[in-house]
């Protein structure tokens, strides 16, 4: 059994059938990517991992334990932590007073976004984000603020934030959208130290199938809501399936 395991899932929204009959087993310390067209349902499913969105249907067991009912933060604290497509960091606070809120969340089991202003007492969470952000190159960026800094840097944050809390399973979506190359390479070495020196599972959902090749163990193709191949990268490349999701072939 994965330490992720969804079955049957479907999601409506009013007329559209967003997901329909979605299994996906994710097996531990792999990197499962998840693929396919624009629309096909990829941020949808996410969001039915963390409790953003409550599917229809079906199920969702994290590490054997059932996540829908819970609160996107409960589903944190069971050892999910998910980078959005879009940063979801605070621009007016420093790399560092950004790094301090999930450790405070963790120790406190609540986000307090006030409590940056007196973190520089907190010595061993401070020292805990310095060595999180010395992990992700970030440490001589530590007091800039946020929002001057590039989309991969900011990336680089969203992900060291998530990082911080020590995750069982990192959920990606499409976590090099809209960077240039240089940084894509950067995310994508980021991600493979990360998945060689940790004991973590990473789901990603990713359009660009140079980072899919790169890091996934086994990849799921969404297609119209619901799954349509899963295989092994290897196999994956030039699958007929694929190709008629993706070219219209
Ligand atoms: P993907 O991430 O694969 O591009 P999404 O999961 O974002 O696709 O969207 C799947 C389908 O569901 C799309 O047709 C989208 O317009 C629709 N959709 C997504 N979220 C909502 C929502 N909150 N309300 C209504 N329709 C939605
Ligand atoms: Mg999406």
């Known amino acids: ?8 899932v479907g999601k409506r929204f009013g007329g559209l059938q967003a997901l329909s009959d979605v299994n996906l087993s994710v097996a531990e310390n792999t990197c ?5 067209p624009n629309g096909a ?6 969001n039915c991992l ?12 994290f590490d054997g334990q059932s996540v829908l009912g819970r609160s996107p933060h409960e589903i944190n604290q069971l050892g999910i932590s998910r980078v959005f497509q879009t940063p979801e960091i605070f621009g007016d606070l ?15 089991g609540a986000y307090r976004l006030h409590a940056v202003k007196g973190m520089w007492s907190e010595r061993a969470l401070v020292e805990e984000a310095e060595r999180m952000l ?5 440490a001589d960026k530590r007091n800039m603020h946020s929002a001057s800094m590039s989309r991969g840097d900011k990336r680089r944050l ?6 911080v809390q020590d995750p069982k399973l990192l959920l990606l979506d499409e976590p090099t959208a809209g960077m240039a190359r240089a940084d894509t390479n950067n995310t994508i070495d980021l991600l493979k130290e990360i998945k060689e020196k940790r004991d973590i599972t990473i789901a990603i959902i990713e359009h660009d199938m140079h980072v ?7 990849i799921t193709v969404l297609a119209q809501g619901t799954p349509l191949v899963e295989d092994l990268p290897e196999k994956i490349k030039g699958h007929p399936k694929v190709r008629e999701a993706y070219l219209g072939e």
């Open 158 to 163: 969203e992900m060291a934030m998530c990082l």
């Open 41 to 46: 349902g990829k941020s949808t499913l996410l």
């Open 32 to 36: 499962h990517a998840i693929i396919g």
């Open 94 to 108: 420093t790399v560092m007073e950004n790094m301090m809120i999930p450790l405070f969340a963790k120790r406190d």
């Open 134 to 138: 010395d992990e992700v190159n970030m």
């Open 1 to 8: 059994m994965g330490i992720l395991e969804v079955k049957d």
């Open 212 to 218: 899919v090749f790169s890091l996934a163990d086994r």
């Open 50 to 61: 963390v409790g953003k969105l409550i599917p229809d249907t079906g199920s969702v067991l």
